[in-house]
Every structure is written in C-alpha cells, then in structure tokens.
C-alpha cells in the first residue's frame, strides 16, 4: 500500500451519527472526540489520535501526538509514528474474525505508543478504501463490523461512525494533519496522514 496511492480524511466536526459501523464515509462528532480546549493561559497538553489506513493490500495503523500550547491556541501535529501488515482486510473477506485479529495485534502498537492514563480520550477511528469498497455490502459490512467489535472492547475512546469505508473521492495524494481555519470550515481538525512516515518494528 503506497502513502502516494491513498488520503484519508478525518473531519472531526459536531455532528451526530449511528453508534454503528457503517458503509459509508462518515464525520466524527468534535466535542466527543477530543478533550476540551478551555485550558490555562500559557498551559501546554500533549494529547494523541489513532487511526487504521485499511487499503487494499494492507492495513496500517497511525498513531499521532498533538500538542495545545496556550487555551486559546489549536493543538498541532508533534510526531506520527506506523505500523502496517499484510494482506489487507479485504483478504478476510471470507473469515472476518481474521481480519478481526489483525485489527487487534495492530492494537498493541497503539497501547505502547500512548500512555496508559490518556487511552479513554484518544479517539480510534478506522478509514477502509478500495479493497473494502469492492466487496459485496454484505461482506464488507461483516468486516466493518468485527473491526467495530475489535475497538468496543479496546480501552482506546471509539467515537460514533468510527469505523467506515471513504467513497472514493478523498484518495489521493498523501498530506500531514491539519487545522483547517479557512472561513468555510472554520476549527475543523483534519487529519491526513503524512509522507514522512517513520515505521516502528519494536512496538509489535
């Protein structure tokens, strides 16, 4: 799986959605995801993001550090560190408690990398593509819903519509995370995986 091949979009805004694994792109609701920006003057919080990039020959999971220095500043990427395996979910098309399993071991990356004490606010999310996308809906919905099954039982905060498939219009060329502060969007936190990945063996 290619970083140049796949964008992953996560648009982290206050709306609401089935608690429900879905096949369909979804937005994540804001105030639930992370913790509040109401902080100190000149007070500096390290929080973290973990999201899956399920693509077709692979699932790579991501996790993200993010830091808010001020109350009134928004937080911004610090570091980004990854994991990936093979095949990719789409293989277990057959056998979703497999695919269930991968999501899992990949898990263990995420529990290393983050602190024991922030696991109940760090959102986990997973974004699937093509591979997915290309399997009868109820396959793929099988899929989706062991993954969903998988982060219920994780320790990690699993918001609603957390676990979905892109539609395809928001593959492409890979960027660094975000805050977008344009006038049509304004505050909305995006997170698109970066080039400049740095893949960990040890944490497996």
Not at 108 to 120: E, F, I
Not at 132 to 150: I, S, Y
Not at 183 to 189: A, D, W
């Amino acid at each position: 799986m290619k970083p140049t091949v796949l964008l992953l979009l996560l648009v982290l805004l206050a709306v609401s959605g089935p608690s429900r694994a879905q096949v369909r792109s979804s937005h994540l609701d804001l105030p639930r995801i992370l913790p509040s920006l109401s902080r100190p003057a000149n007070h500096s919080r390290i929080f973290y993001a973990v999201m899956f990039d399920a693509g077709s020959t692979g699932t790579r999971i991501h996790v993200y550090t993010f830091i808010q220095n001020g109350s009134e500043k928004l937080p911004v990427l610090d570091n980004e560190m990854f994991h990936s395996t093979k095949p990719g979910l789409s293989a277990y098309a057959d056998s979703p408690e497999t695919a269930g399993e991968t999501v899992r071991r990949l898990l263990k990356v995420a529990k290393k990398a983050v602190p024991r004490l922030d696991w109940k606010r760090t959102p986990l999310v997973l974004m699937a593509t093509a591979g997915l996308r290309l399997l009868p809906v109820e396959k793929a919905q099988a899929l989706l819903d062991q993954v969903q099954h998988v982060f219920d039982e994780s320790p990690f905060l699993v918001p609603d519509n957390s676990v979905s498939i892109m539609d395809g219009t928001n593959e492409g060329d890979v960027c660094p995370p975000s805050i977008n502060t344009s006038v049509t969007y304004p505050g909305r936190l995006v997170f698109l995986p970066n080039q400049a990945f740095q893949q960990n063996d040890s944490l497996l």
